[in-house]
Nanobody
Framework: QVQLVESGGGLVQPGGSLRLSCAASGSIARIDTMGWYRQTPGKQRELVAKINSNGKRVYKDSAKGRFTISSNNAQNTVYLQMTSLKPEDTAAYYC?????????????????????WGQGTQVTVSS
């Protein structure tokens, strides 16, 4: 029942900006950490940025100073504001949610904690 839906990807020129959004839906009680990962063909998926429920942030070194991650805990939503985009930022960006406590199935009293991934949104930085 838990789904992560990303939006905001697209084509942007080098130096431009883009804002990614990810909303988690379902019978969710809490999410420990939400973040963004990216992947290009032939490479492993890598962390771009993540933020926990207390607002602690972690960034990939190459994203520091250019990207800003934020969240709205009440809406189970995470955002990635990307500025000064470079061609090497081109990738499929995936939303991730860790430690998601959610109710699964028909029994409303049964809760479980799992990790979830969005389907990805493409970011292309090119002239």
């Amino acid at each position: 029942q838990v789904q992560l839906v990303e939006s905001g990807g697209g084509l942007v020129q080098p130096g431009g900006s883009l804002r990614l959004s990810c909303a988690a839906s379902g019978s969710i009680a809490r999410i420990d950490t939400m973040g963004w990962y990216r992947q290009t063909p032939g490479k492993q998926r890598e962390l771009v940025a993540k933020i926990n429920s207390n607002g602690k942030r972690v960034y990939k070194d190459s994203a520091k100073g250019r990207f800003t991650i934020s969240s709205n805990n009440a809406q189970n939503t995470v955002y990635l504001q990307m500025t000064s985009l470079k061609p090497e930022d081109t990738a499929a960006y995936y939303c991730n949610a860790e430690g998601v406590k959610a109710r699964l199935g028909e029994d409303k009293l049964v809760w479980t904690t799992n990790d979830y991934w969005g389907q990805g949104t493409q970011v292309t930085v090119s002239s």
